[in-house]
């Protein structure tokens, strides 16, 4: 039997002057999947002048130089990592030369022929090296090609996240989806098959891979009422000197949002849907509850001082940041990068060995949620109150005290946070803080889906099918459906 080819991922860049042209873009997607290539992420970004010159450093004192990082700051642009064997050369033959009106006398069917104008605005940017070691893999059998577009997809948020370290939604490309990740490892069979069901075909049953997807449809007119779901504030809040969180009832908050979805997954538990509407609400619901529970574990998103630490200017070696974007991606990429070698699998597998053995016995309770701790109604009780696990309250409340106790504490906006900052949050001396964030978020996430999709024993309230006709899934209560930004 001949030797497969290797499958290796590659970084895609379709530059501003086609960006803004939605039609054309439309078009070189359709190319690239004619071209046998899957798409392993995407994000649309918008690149300060230091972005940009980081990137193209290599370039620093050409000629183009300037000229190259004003046309990549002049508007907003797509990343994307490719993925098929041989995907670098694969992609660079696809783009063609360099030089449009070249490449339309020797290459008229590259791309770059087809919608490049100059040799600056070319359109298209073709990665000459891969990203890493580890993002190359033979596929063997099928569970082996699973945990490899696991991987994959791993290796390509942490690429998309370094493209994007000075983005406020820094934390949707690498936090969440190690969430995700987090959370499929501690799925059951039975949930993960159900979640596969769920979710479109393009996130191979992944959560991590359907975490960020929120961040990535902020702009759209459809999806605007959820913008004020991803965090919570609580008047005369006001960290390090003290730390307030009050849980408003119908509140527009990531906390009453995770009581929504939760809510959402559960009906549609117990009443299947049957139109296409009704199964991309769900499909919605999966990804906003996968979404939310990340943000509810990253504490300044539980902080509504400096609009939750975006006002709070941070410096971060030589670079000038926020605070919350240290937290949103900074502190994860330095350590990944200062600890395990640039390697995001080797950091994931850290936090699997941490949560079964070093965060003993205490990540045994990470999904007890004490009734008295999460006691009151919400608008969403009839059906949240049968799920055991989820106590969104007290997670917020947690976040916020972590606000006073590490997240503000001593906040000089002239402090170059990534030195002893990052050690005191990422380190033994806290019990490495972050990625105990992390771990807690997904173990919380997996038991939530596995009690509802595959409970230890069916809740006692739960209706079969025979007894809900038509009239009541028409019917559902209204505060059973998504609640919409009035």
């Given at each position: 039997?001949?030797?497969r080819p290797l499958t290796q991922l590659?970084?895609?860049?379709?530059?501003?002057d086609l960006t803004a042209n939605s039609i054309k873009v439309n078009k070189v997607f359709s190319h690239i999947q004619q071209n046998d290539f899957n798409i392993v992420a995407h994000k649309t970004l918008l690149w300060s002048k230091d972005d940009a010159e980081a990137f193209y450093g290599e370039h620093r004192g050409k000629f183009f130089f300037e000229r190259l990082c004003g046309y990549m700051t002049s508007g907003h642009f797509h990343a994307l990592i490719l993925e098929k064997p041989d995907a670098i050369i694969g992609w660079r033959a696809l783009i063609g030369p360099t030089h449009p009106p070249?490449?339309?006398i020797n290459a008229p069917d590259t791309l770059r022929s087809l919608y490049g104008m100059t040799d600056t605005r070319n359109s298209f940017h073709g990665s000459a090296t891969p990203f890493s070691t580890t993002s190359q893999y033979t596929p063997t059998k099928t569970q082996h090609q699973a945990t490899m577009r696991f991987t994959s997809s791993l290796i390509a948020a942490t690429s998309l996240a370094l493209l994007s370290v000075n983005s406020v939604h820094g934390y949707g490309i690498l936090g969440h989806t190690l969430t995700g990740q987090v959370a499929q490892l501690f799925l059951t069979p039975e949930t993960a098959r159900q979640v596969?069901?769920?979710?479109?075909?393009?996130?191979?049953?992944?959560?991590?891979?359907?975490a960020p997807w929120p961040d990535t449809i902020k702009g759209q007119a459809k999806y605007r009422w959820a913008s004020i779901f991803h965090y919570v504030n609580t008047p005369?809040?006001?960290?390090?000197?003290?730390?307030?969180?009050?849980?408003?009832y119908s509140g527009h908050d990531v906390v009453n949002g995770l009581f929504n979805m939760t809510s959402q997954l559960l009906q549609y538990k117990l009443v299947e849907p049957t139109t296409p509407e009704q199964k991309s609400i769900r499909e919605d619901a999966l990804r906003f509850f996968v979404h939310f529970m990340g943000d509810v574990h990253q504490p300044l998103h539980a902080s509504g001082k400096g609009r939750g630490g975006n006002d709070a200017p941070a410096k971060w070696g030589r670079?000038?940041?926020?605070?919350?974007?240290i937290w949103d991606g900074q502190l994860i990429l330095k350590d990944i990068k200062d600890r395990f070698d640039n390697n995001p699998k080797a950091y994931l597998d850290n936090i699997i060995d941490m949560t079964n053995d070093g965060w003993q016995p205490e990540a045994s309770n990470w999904t007890y949620c004490a009734p008295e701790k999460n006691e009151g109604d919400n608008p969403w009780s009839e059906s949240t109150k049968l799920i055991t696990k989820l106590c969104p309250k007290e997670w917020a409340r947690s976040m916020n005290q972590l606000d006073c106790t590490f997240v503000w504490k001593n906040y000089d906006s002239t402090r170059d946070y990534s030195g002893d900052y990052f050690e005191e949050v990422t380190g033994e001396a806290n019990n490495y803080l972050v990625q105990r964030l992390i771990a807690m978020s997904g173990v919380r996430m997996a038991a939530i889906l596995n009690e509802i999709y595959d409970p230890p024993v069916p809740h006692s309230c739960h209706p079969s099918r025979e007894q809900i006709n038509d009239g009541a899934i028409v019917d559902v209560p209204r505060n059973l459906r998504i609640v919409k930004q009035r």
């Open positions: 039997m001949p030797p590659t970084l895609a860049l379709l530059k501003p070249r490449a339309r596969k069901e769920i979710l479109s075909p393009y996130y191979d049953g992944l959560l991590s891979k359907a005369g809040d006001n960290p390090p000197e003290s730390c307030k969180f009050e849980y408003a670079a000038k940041t926020s605070l919350h974007r």
